[in-house]
């Protein structure tokens, strides 16, 4: 039994829900987002809430209820706050700039590494934090790893691009007798 699937989804003032189907659309104040789902869930809209059911008793279908659930609970969220993501750059001459649509990392390697930043995300660069917000939590979060990935945080001397709630476990280096 899924237990995020059973709690009615509660829809904020300001924030309209279309269901069509198997398509979801949430509109409020930070933007619009739509999300098809698989039709092996039945997602209705009451006075209460939204509510997801699965249509038989199978494994699959127990799984979609509490993902589209959650799915559902994420569009809300981000179209009414924008989900944010920071990550610090550590390292001497370790630098992060954002160029129009592009963010150029200088990590230590013997070239910038640019990206291209997704359609909906914002980046902002002070000092060494970069900060990734956007309404659609799975590009958010899909984007800084791929941030975070161009560089990972090495455990001697913690270099690297790190999630800001990121604990590096440090290692002792080589001694000698």
């Known amino acids: 039994m899924s237990r995020i699937g ?23 104040p930070q933007g619009e987002l739509k999300r098809e789902f698989n039709d092996i869930v039945k997602i ?5 809430g939204i509510l997801v059911e699965p249509i038989n008793n199978t494994k699959f279908a127990r799984a979609m209820w509490g993902t589209a659930a959650s799915h559902i609970r994420n569009m809300i969220q981000g179209v009414n706050e924008k989900f944010t993501k920071e990550l610090i750059v550590e390292g001497v001459g370790y630098r992060a700039a954002v160029n129009g649509k592009k963010i150029t990392l200088s990590v230590g390697f013997s070239h910038d590494v640019e990206l291209e930043i ?6 902002e660069v002070e000092k060494n934090n970069i900060k990734v ?4 939590k799975e590009k958010v979060g899909l984007f800084a790893s791929k941030i975070r990935i161009t560089k990972k945080p090495e455990p001697y001397k913690g270099k690297g691009i790190r999630y800001a709630d990121e604990v590096v476990k440090r290692k002792e280096g080589k001694r000698a007798v």
């Open 6 to 28: 059973k709690k009615i989804i509660e829809v904020p003032a300001g924030t309209e829900v279309k269901i069509d189907g198997t398509v979801v659309s949430v509109k409020g």
């Open 44 to 48: 209705s809209k009451n006075d209460d």
């Open 118 to 123: 997704p359609e909906g995300i914002e980046v």
């Open 133 to 136: 917000s956007g309404i659609d």
